[in-house]
């Protein structure tokens, strides 16, 4: 027996399995007791920004650990071990689900971290050397904590497509320079690039390294382009998306434009509006609670369009059904065409003021014995003629265009208002939604709308008219138009 090699400890005995538990234990314990959360809040601006930049530091050498211990996972799992596999073994379909369940990280972490580390990975050899990993001087970064997982997908991820037919010099051309911009070593900048820079850097080094794979990745993503409706769960519908890339182009440049600075905050609730005022302008809602409601509008302005293709001779109208004592008691719930649960008493209020309603009466059998006409709907003719009058949503400070908003009966029709355009207003969805609940006040005096703001914002209101009539506007000011 080589004496060397019997004096060499078995790679997963256990002289080399419990020191280094007992030692990361120590360390998070220790790191722990080092910086209690407790205490941050007490350091300095300058402390607190050099310590985002050490717990970072720190962070990329767990990770590098999380990695190496995924890859390890997934070796000890591979489909050639059968059932003796770590993952099969421990009742796990993948070694990412294995991880999943030791760690409660999401699913997608525990996949990533799988990915990664196969890309990475330097299995040992006997005599301490280790073999190349598939993208080398990544993995040496991530291992020396000087580029964090995010970069390191990056650039593997973006790099993995290349290999098949990518000539190997350019592409460690890449991968050097794009290690050197992450860690800040390169001669450009000393500065780290971030993961978002990084897939700028990856994608010029895509069409450089591929100048004709553009192609076959468009037809690619042509065959698998889908817009999914998943399941309704809580009062949200659940899907997916995956759309072409110059189609996601126009679909962002559209919300940009509702996102930018000057045109700023769009589609709000009158609670969320409050909020923003009350803020000194700052806009509560998360970017994507954003673009929610420009989505709903874009929906609801498309509909309207007379552009969309009809649907039974007829233009595309969500049905919401309810029953006649439960409308007029205000109470129980209705049931909205193509949607599984239930739809509140304000929902439905909502959509009969804006679309109208019919009666539709039944025996207790489930027979249509009567059948009424349509009523409340507003004409196109009447829409266009309260567009030209309020220019937009009536609510001060709202910006949705009228193109954009619902028409709103100011005296319901079940007090007797009549559906005309003295007794129609726009309002944009949300506060169309709200309008009930949000304590702003509309009347109509002789054919023209007025408002009265909530006391959260005018304690003492009073009534003011309302229009975003540009025509109008210049009426107000008394300038004869040149």
Known sequence: ?????????????????????????????????????????????????????????????????????????????RPSRGARGLAVSRGCRTPADLIEQLTQVAGTTARRRVVLAGDVRRDPFLGGDRTRARFDLVAQAVEDGTMGIDAATVITKGLTPLLAHGPLDELGKAETELVAAATGTGPDSTVPASADSLRVMVSVWQAKLDPDGLDPAEDRAMAVRDFRFGPERNGLLHGSFRLMAEAGGRVKTLFDAYLTPTTAPAFMSDEERAAFEAEGGKDLRTPAQQRHDIFVAIIDAMARSGQAPEIGGAAPTVLVSVR???????????????????????????????????????????????????????????????????????????????????????????????????????????????????????????????????????????????????TRLLDRLDIPPE
């Open 324 to 470: 006649a004592e439960d409308l007029e008691a205000n109470r129980g719930v209705g049931w909205s065409d193509r949607v599984e649960g239930p739809v509140s008493m304000r929902t439905v209020r909502q959509m009969v003021c804006t679309g109208g309603i019919q009666k539709v009466v039944l025996t207790s059998e489930g027979r249509i014995v009567q059948l009424g006409s349509p009523e409340r709907c507003f004409t196109p003719q009447q829409r266009r003629a309260i567009s030209l009058r309020d220019g937009g949503c009536v609510i001060p400070g709202c910006t949705i265009p009228a193109g954009w908003c619902e028409i709103h009966h100011v005296v319901p029709d079940r007090d007797g208002g009549p559906t005309h355009p003295d007794n129609g207003v726009l309002l944009c969805w949300f506060h169309h939604r709200t309008i009930d609940t949000s304590q702003w006040q509309i009347r109509m005096r002789h054919g023209l709308p007025e408002v009265k703001p909530p006391p959260w914002i005018e304690y003492f209101g009073t009534w003011r008219p309302a229009t975003k009539s540009r």
């Open 1 to 77: 027996m080589n004496p060397s090699a019997a004096e060499a400890p078995a790679p997963h005995g256990p002289s080399l399995i419990g020191d280094p538990i007992a030692r990361i234990r120590a360390l998070a314990t220790e790191c722990a007791d080092a910086l209690p959360c407790a205490t941050i809040p007490d350091l300095t601006d300058a402390d607190t920004l050099a310590l985002v930049t050490e717990v970072e530091r720190l962070g990329r050498r767990v990770d590098a650990l999380r990695v190496t211990l995924a890859g390890e996972v997934a070796d000890r799992s």
